[in-house]
């Protein structure tokens, strides 16, 4: 599949002043600017970092959107299997025990392709939000502060938040005393899922990939509405107007 045009992308997402801003700049000692990577740099470093992460996100667009595509209809899957057993149809355990545990076995296949592709999408998103905030060198202050926001948090923060327990959530299901950085991102889902950081046990909450859970509620079920929201997130972290 072809990649989306730059100049398609700057008018998709309001960022058509990128076109005439994007020069190469020189130093103070008249040598050519690079980035901190070594790449050279196209216009200042607002700019420079807006050019990088629609090239970045130029480079990811498709398969962000294949993986979205895959889990929604793993999603439905699951709920349409899980549906259907609550209302009592299909076989049962006492009529049909190898059917049953075949629908079984079908339903949790579903749930982990869902929750491993919601949390392949939130890697490749907060990756490309990440290099974007050391580009901008942007403080956490205003990481966190930038909107839009979702329950009182960032779109930066919550992707960062669902990376992390894509990749630790076994960690996290092992620990009754989590990290000061595992309880950030811990403190984060739960407030945007409307869930206790902690059990009544003491135990946390989250023990387990959520993804799907988080990835549904940011997107409202919409691939193009996830790549909208990144990109204005992204507008005001680097104060564009």
């Not at 998709?12 to 990577?37: C, M, P």
């Not at 807006?50 to 398969?63: H, I, K, N, Y």
């Not at 739960?190 to 990939?209: A, D, H, M, R, W």
């Amino acid at each position: 599949m072809p990649l989306t045009g730059y100049d398609e992308t700057l008018i998709r997402f309001q960022l058509e002043k990128l076109k005439y801003k994007t020069d190469l700049q020189v130093t103070n000692s008249g040598d050519i600017a690079v980035t901190r990577e070594g790449d050279l740099q196209f216009g200042d470093f607002q700019t420079n970092a807006l050019f990088r992460l629609v090239e970045r996100w130029r480079q990811s667009e498709s398969t962000i959107n294949h993986l979205f595509e895959v889990m929604f209809q793993s999603i439905q899957t699951f709920e349409k299997l899980t549906k259907s057993r609550q209302l009592g149809e299909g076989s049962s355990l006492s009529n049909n025990p190898i059917a049953f545990h075949e629908v079984t076995d079908t339903i949790i296949e579903h749930q982990l392709i869902a929750s491993t592709l919601a949390g392949s999408i939130f890697v490749v998103l907060n990756n490309l939000l990440q290099r974007f905030k050391k580009d901008l060198n942007a403080s956490l202050d205003q990481w966190q502060s930038a909107t839009p926001k979702i329950e009182t948090f960032s779109i930066g923060e919550i992707y960062q938040a669902a990376a992390a327990n894509f990749r630790h959530y076994d960690e996290w299901a092992a620990t009754k005393s989590p990290t000061k950085q595992q309880l950030e991102s811990m403190s984060v889902l739960c407030g945007l899922l409307g869930c206790p950081v902690f059990s009544e046990k003491g135990y946390p909450s989250i023990q387990t990939n959520i993804c799907e859970q988080v990835l549904l509620k940011v997107s409202k079920e919409s691939v193009d509405y996830l790549h909208e929201i990144t990109f204005e997130y992204a507008k005001k972290l680097a104060k564009y107007s």
